[in-house]
């Protein structure tokens, strides 16, 4: 992924290999208001200052409770630590939590990103199968169960319950309720992370998992960087108390504190409550544009046998090819054409998702993705043709389209292949021992 991200820097790449969020509109009266909390009163003393407390500057404290209380979520201030991005939340989790060779329970596919924490704190990862409706319950079940029997208690489970970074799916209301009961049953933490839950283009808002258990068995994590800026780097943990004191003292062993500048960014932008929310709305809006483009685009540069997740929100979606080709080796092709997405490799541990990839729609415009999804589907067509050749078998077809290739579709002609989910299953042989 690191080497895949210097790649994508080039500027005549079109990556849609990324989870940036789109800074353009950022309202210039937030910046005036960033400016003169770093000029007037306590505000240049606070960024100023080298170190501030390892559990974050209250104000910031008060902004988290905001936004959690956005998607009904209530949090003491007591539960809180702030950390450098959602990243080293899940850093701080396994720091915390996690003993070599422990289980950790995780989505198949999962975040990218998650993996070399988990990894790096040498947890035996499993994965467990997704279908439109998120994680499946009944495998998590079969799981515990099986778990049980070999005397073996998972530390957590890592669950993106909403918009899920790689494949776009969120977990159905009924589902959560399970996993809930699930949670205090068989006294199984829960980790939620949740960096874009507040980004939703349709569909009626659900509740936190961390909401619905009250905190006691669910540990949620945040950031600011998809709802306000990534280069901030500041985002939370919301966990139990005595287990929030473990990772205050982790945190001050990695870094003393979170940026002090960062923070009094983040007080002097949440100052003015309709502004954020008005960037917010500004924010989804945009993504939502571009979401309807990729999906058209799919749906005309893709052959048919190729799948793809429709998010209601969130900046990804995921796509499954025909089984014959592997994602992998189809991005260094890609490279050439100048397009880049992320294989779906990297968001197993165990070798699964080889013909699957994620794709970024919040970071480009609707042109480049436009333009990016064609030259991916190119890609595609030439190596189903060389596959075919191959095989002996009859060519890749085009879906059912009269469009000229290269033109652009409109945004509201998607067929509704949009709607289909394919996640890789385990076969029993690739069970990790
Ligand atoms: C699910 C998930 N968790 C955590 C992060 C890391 O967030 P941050 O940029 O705040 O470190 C990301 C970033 O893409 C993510 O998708």
Known sequence: MRDLMAITERPEVISLAGGLPDVSGFPPQMLE???????????????????????????????????????????????????????????LVCKTLVDPGDVVLAEGPTYP?????????????????????GLRIDLLEETLDQLDEAGIRPKFLYTIPTFQNPAGVTMSLERRKQLVKIAQERELLVVEDS??????????????????????????????????????????????????????????????????????????????????????????????????????????????????????????????LPEALDTTDLLARALRSNVAFVPGRAAYTDGRGGHSMRVNFSGVNADDIHEGVRRIGDVVFEQLELYGDVMGEAPPKRRATDRPTGAKPPVDDAPEQGALVEFPRRRSAERPA
């Open 113 to 133: 990103g998650a993996i070399p924490s988990f990894t790096a704190y040498q947890a035996d990862v499993r994965q467990l199968e997704m279908d439109e409706h």
């Open 33 to 91: 208001r960033v400016a003169k909390a770093m000029t007037d009163g306590a505000g240049p003393r606070r960024a100023r200052r080298p170190y501030g407390p390892t559990e974050g500057m209250a104000k910031v404290h008060e902004a988290i409770q905001v936004v959690m209380a956005e998607e009904g979520t209530q949090v003491d201030l007591g539960e809180l630590l702030v950390t450098t991005g959602g990243q080293q939340a899940i850093d």
């Open 195 to 320: 960096p874009y839950s507040l980004l939703r283009y349709e569909g009626d808002p659900l509740p936190t998992l961390r909401s619905l258990d009250g905190g006691n068995y669910v540990i949620y994590l945040g950031t600011f960087s998809k709802i306000l800026a990534a280069g901030l780097r500041i985002g939370w943990i919301a966990a139990p108390r005595a287990i929030r004191q473990k990772m205050n003292i982790g945190k001050q062993g990695a870094d003393l504190c979170s940026p002090s500048t960062s923070q009094v960014v983040i007080e002097a932008c949440f100052q003015d409550l309709p502004l954020w929310r008005s960037y917010l709305e500004d924010v989804k809006g945009r993504y939502q544009g571009r979401r309807d483009v990729m999906l058209s685009s799919l749906a005309h540069a893709m052959p048919e046998g190729t799948s793809w997740t429709r998010p209601e929100g969130g900046l990804f979606l995921w796509v499954t």
